[in-house]
């Protein structure tokens, strides 16, 4: 696989080996303090992102500060959507900090962009991402996701469309017979990889346009790239 063929946004998740059969019925309860923490940080997530339009408007420069705080944001998110309904794929409680956690089994990394384009943050968001937040919407929950985030103040996608209608199954198989399926874990990482990508786009975090690929697996095609060289 070559550099040119992989995304620079990296989002990838370790399987836990050992989940619990019965654990996932109450997630929805254990991650109530997660939820609340996080409505606060998707508020500021949506301020901070009218303020890095502006700049990278006028110098082309996406603010470090504000760059570093929105891609915790949406690692946090990640982390509780995969311990929750976006893929129940670990029983380990969530960490609260935005920082980077490599212990934590589920990770998302962007690269910090030196230089953006000053016109495409006109249009990129909203105008250029509109297939990809078409697509999106199928997995997430339809028309409802599309609505609450186009305009990048948040992306909580637990337990809708098929994303969550997978995760369902994988839920059931799971309480039956105490194992994730493979198979199914590697397509939802696939469906949650698509969703992030798409994610930071439209929160101007890259340039470089998503690709309309489905990038199945716990490993991200990026890491796998980079990993010789770590």
Known sequence: MTVASVYPVRVDARLDPHLSRWMWLVKWFLSIPHYLALFFLWIAFMVLSVVAFFAILFTGHYPRAIFEFNVGVLRWGWRVSYYAYSALGTD???PFTLADDPDCPAQLHVPYPERLSR???????WLLALPHLLIVGIFVGGGAWFAVNADTDGYSWTGGGLIG???LIAAIVLAV???YPRGLFDLVLGL????LRVAAYTALMTDAYPPFRLDTGGTDPATTVIAPAA
């Open 92 to 94: 380990r409680y969530p």
């Open 119 to 125: 016109g495409l943050v006109l249009v990129k968001w």
């Open 177 to 179: 017979t105490g194992n």
């Open 165 to 167: 209608l997978l995760v």
């Open 192 to 195: 949650n990889r698509w969703v």
